[in-house]
């Protein structure tokens, strides 16, 4: 079993940063993913940014290509979000998200990959 706990969000201007970050129980796995997604009211889950513990080459939506940094601490199970250049369309809960305890080599943008996932986060941006 895994224990994601997300933290970080909030309200913020267009134009404006935030930092999320989420915490995992256990201890990392070579292959294991780390994931971001988020959905917006009415609208469908939707990946975000991924990365593997062992791997420092991350995988962006092409939304936040540019504008958002995924990136993870080993040693403390956490994983990063840095979101930078906000925009109205980016409010939406956050949710940390895993594949499990072990090695994936499936694709990181398939929502079904992920079998863990956090409470989530609510970002909001205002315009």
């Known amino acids: 079993q895994v224990q994601l706990v997300e933290s970080g969000g909030g309200l913020v201007q267009t134009g404006g940063s935030l930092r999320l970050s989420c915490e995992a129980s256990?201890?990392?796995?070579?292959?294991?993913?780390m994931g971001w997604l988020r959905q917006a009211p009415g609208k469908e889950r939707e990946f975000v940014a991924a990365?593997?513990?062992?791997?420092?080459?991350?995988y962006y939506a092409d939304s936040v290509k540019g504008r958002f940094t995924i990136s993870r601490d080993k040693a403390q199970m956490t994983v990063y979000l840095q979101m930078n250049d906000l925009k109205p369309e980016d409010s939406a809960i956050y949710y940390c998200a895993t594949n499990g305890p072990q090695y994936y080599s499936g694709t990181v943008y398939d929502l079904a990959a992920y079998k863990y996932w956090g409470q989530g986060t609510q970002v909001t941006v205002s315009s």
């Open positions: 256990g201890r990392a796995f070579r292959g294991q993913v």
């Open positions: 990365i593997t513990w062992d791997d420092i080459l991350p």
